[in-house]
């Protein structure tokens, strides 16, 4: 795995970048078409100007200089992918590639990449409407990195839009896509505002890109027989604020596989957890507008809530979540990034939890636009320590709408769904000593994340 580290802000690129309010589009790729991703690159037709095609699943194009000038402290990228002859539900995603200065072209798996969205396309049949799916994503802390100062004197950035397709389901199941290799179409642009200017303050760590995550493997998990990750990294310097980027998913086609069943997910940063996390939606009906072609996974009318939730990991036509996991400030040195999926099985040395992760953080500042104190001063947990009873209480305008607390091993040792109280207690003499995490559901749907000491 390669790993680079960037000062951002050691250097100055000589940039001057005008402070502006207005609202900007840069459009990066307006309809590429991909093709089959198992056969060799197509050379015809040719790709947009500008743009390489490095596969058949892969487009890349280097921001302009004036494109870079005009972000703002706002950012959000926009995707459309439209049906060509794949009706499938695949996977895709959007990396920033940091070239050398000046080359003119890349190997992908040369250069240092983070991968900052993931998507996953609908079963779409090309002659039925809607036949393109839309996904957005809100990245402020993106445009930090493309105005930073030192990191475009050091770099060109790339963006790169990739979906792996292949047509041959669709070479008999779709009227027009026989004996074709076209897959989809692919448009992706960023709309940002605010004002502008070169940044020096941030520091980047780009920590894993796409790493195989699973326990079968010696190279995707810690210890073969356990679905464990551990990341290794050195910060440079104290940052006043610091988050982890990180994207995980589980689709996957193996009948009845692991990426099938819901999984519970916990993170440790330096040996504590941080965050608990199960993938999948409440619900995939929201997307049915999208599959177009029949399928196994959507059938012919709509499914509960709890139907959904007992299978699906992921929604076609969905995007996959970037969890960004606050840290707030970070010393300086070496810091440990830690994923544990404990009840994961892979049965039959088969399936896959793709992994991509990367460090940013700020020197002075906050990181983000939003300030993640005030979400988590809405409440207030105590005693900390605690003996005997923990107490949660609503301060600010959220609402308590369920409480799970996890021991330091990531094992759910408390769990009350159904909270309709602004202050909610409960007893803590049966736990044993050490550090919980606290983990509180909004009616509001946001989640809230507490640490706690039990005596």
């Known amino acids: 795995m390669k790993k680079f580290l960037l000062f951002l802000g050691l250097l100055f690129c000589g940039l001057h970048f005008a402070a502006s309010a207005q609202t900007t589009t840069i459009k990066v790729f307006d309809t ?84 900052i969205g993931r998507y996953i396309t609908p079963f779409m049949n090309k002659n039925v409407s809607p036949k393109q799916v839309p996904y957005t994503y809100t990245m402020d802390n993106v445009a930090y990195l493309l105005r930073d100062a ?91 604020d610091a988050s982890f980027f990180l994207i995980t ?73 970037i969890r960004v996991l606050n840290l707030g400030p970070v010393t300086a040195g070496t810091h440990k990034f830690m994923i544990n999926v404990p009840a994961a099985t892979f049965a039959g040395g088969q399936g896959n939890f793709p992994l991509s992760l990367y460090f940013q953080g700020k020197t002075s500042g906050m990181l983000s636009t939003k300030d993640a104190q005030i979400t988590k001063s809405s409440f207030s947990v105590y005693p900390n320590p605690a003996q005997g009873a923990v107490t949660v209480e609503q301060k600010g305008n959220l609402s308590i709408k369920g409480i799970r607390v996890y021991d330091a091993l990531g094992r759910n040792v408390f769990t009350n769904a159904q909270i309709n109280h602004p202050k909610f207690s409960f007893a803590t003499t049966d736990y044993a000593s050490g550090l919980y995490l606290i983990h509180i559901e909004t009616k509001e749907g946001t989640v809230i994340e507490k640490l706690q000491v039990i005596k």
Request: aromatic residues 12%.
């Open 150 to 240: 030192a990191l475009n004197a050091a770099y060109d950035i790339w963006v790169e839009l990739e979906l792996f397709g292949v047509p041959y389901a669709a070479n008999t199941q779709v009227a027009g896509c026989a004996g074709r290799n076209d897959v989809f179409y692919g448009s992706l642009e960023f709309v940002t505002s605010g004002p502008t200017g070169s940044q020096d303050n941030n520091v980047l760590i780009p920590i894993a890109f796409k790493e195989s995550f699973n326990n079968y493997n010696a190279n995707a998990t810690d210890t073969v027989g356990k679905t464990t990750r551990t990341f290794t990294f050195d910060v440079p310097e104290n940052l006043t």
């Open 32 to 115: 590429v078409l991909y093709f089959d991703g198992y056969a060799n690159r197509v050379d015809t037709p040719l790709p947009p100007p500008g743009v390489i095609r490095h596969r058949n699943d892969l487009y890349a194009r280097k921001l302009s200089t004036q494109e870079l000038q005009s972000i703002g402290n706002t950012l959000t990228m926009n995707i459309t992918i439209k049906a060509a002859c794949d009706n499938y539900d695949r996977i895709g995603n959007v990396n920033i590639a940091f070239v050398p200065k000046g080359d003119t072209t890349y190997s992908p798996d040369s250069v240092s990449r983070i991968e």
């Open 249 to 321: 998913s589980n689709h996957g086609a193996n009948s009845g596989g692991e990426e099938y069943i819901r999984r519970n997910h916990f993170v440790y940063y330096d040996g504590s957890l941080i965050h608990t996390y199960k993938p999948g939606r409440t619900s995939c009906e929201p997307f049915r507008q999208y599959n177009t072609q029949g399928n196994g996974i959507y059938g012919s009318s709509p499914k509960s809530d709890a139907t959904w939730q007992s299978f699906s990991n992921w929604c076609p036509g969905d995007k996959i979540d």
